[in-house]
């Protein structure tokens, strides 16, 4: 994945909306983690992370994603995101490029026999269902399009996009949603549940926030062409490091630390309560 001072990040070729100033930001190099005020350490520790900031440390934290292809197609886009759910993101990647270098194109893929296939992705806790499931997915299309790819998707409208995915079930919402964002202007960063509980540490939407506008306030702080990736990061992320059961997150281990609001304020919560419960 391109960090903000080296290579651009491999992704859609279809960005539609113009760099934002936080996309800007990414071009003049790193931004320094938000520091804790003298005057007021409590007040600057209960800010929101930068997203800037969160991004960066979460692509330094994830190279893998460098391994990317530069241009990634409908087809590409919506393998990947599968892959991601399926394992851990640097292996998906890993998975993902093998399956894009040992066969020429995903039409090889189709018509290859699902053991060849899945010996690409042993990382999988289910690899012959997983090749099973792709290959499936890839015949269907064939059989209905007569081509194996997703660019038609282009000229389809929202409910017609929601209609094929429900024909082909087994995709998650928000690899859907990263259909409709990029081919239909879809404003949003699409997440699954587990990511919000990790958005809402960091600051990014208080609690109470929707899902819906955190996801399109997100949206609108980051370049259109580095949507995919920041999902991708953002997933990884909330299942890795902070998931939503709070005895399973590694604050200490984890890359966003410095500039995340929460570690304080359970630090805060914890001394109140013991504070309470010394009866001082
Ligand atoms: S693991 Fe801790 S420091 Fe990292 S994002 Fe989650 S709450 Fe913040």
């Not at 997703?150 to 995709?171: A, V």
């Not at 990061?233 to 059961?245: Q, Y």
Request: proline letters at 9%.
């Amino acid at each position: 994945m391109a960090t903000s001072s080296s290579k651009k990040t491999p992704s859609e070729s279809s960005g539609k909306k113009p760099r934002s100033p936080a996309a800007k930001s990414d071009k003049g190099g790193s931004r320094p983690p938000p520091k804790a005020s003298k005057a007021s350490p409590k007040a600057a520790a209960a800010k929101p992370i930068k997203v800037d900031y969160l991004v960066e440390k979460l692509e330094e934290a994830h190279p893998a994603l460098a391994e990317l292809p530069p241009a990634l197609d409908n087809l590409d886009m919506l393998v990947l995101a599968h892959l991601s759910q399926q394992m851990p993101l640097a292996e998906a990647t890993k998975a993902f490029v093998g399956l894009k270098v040992q066969f020429v194109d995903w039409n090889e893929v189709r018509i290859s026999t699902a053991g060849e296939v899945q010996e690409l992705l042993r990382s999988a806790a289910e690899p012959l269902e997983l090749a099973i499931f792709l290959k499936d997915f890839l015949q269907r299309l064939f059989l209905e399009q007569h081509h194996v790819g997703l660019e038609f998707l282009r000229t389809r409208t929202n409910p017609e996009i929601k209609n094929f995915f429900k024909k082909h079930s087994g995709f998650s919402e928000s690899t859907m949603g990263l259909i409709l964002e990029r081919v239909n202007d879809y404003p949003v960063v699409p997440l699954e549940g587990s990511a919000q509980t990790f958005l809402e540490r960091v600051g990014l939407g208080p609690p109470g926030t929707t899902a819906l506008s955190r996801q399109k306030d997100l949206h609108e702080k980051i370049p259109r062409e580095r949507v995919l990736a920041v999902a991708l990061l953002i997933h990884e992320h909330a299942r890795a490091t902070c998931p939503p059961d709070e005895g399973e997150i590694d604050c200490p281990g984890c890359a966003l630390k410095r500039g995340c609001p929460y570690p304080a304020k359970a630090t805060r919560r914890k001394k109140e309560s013991a504070r309470r419960n010394s009866g001082k």
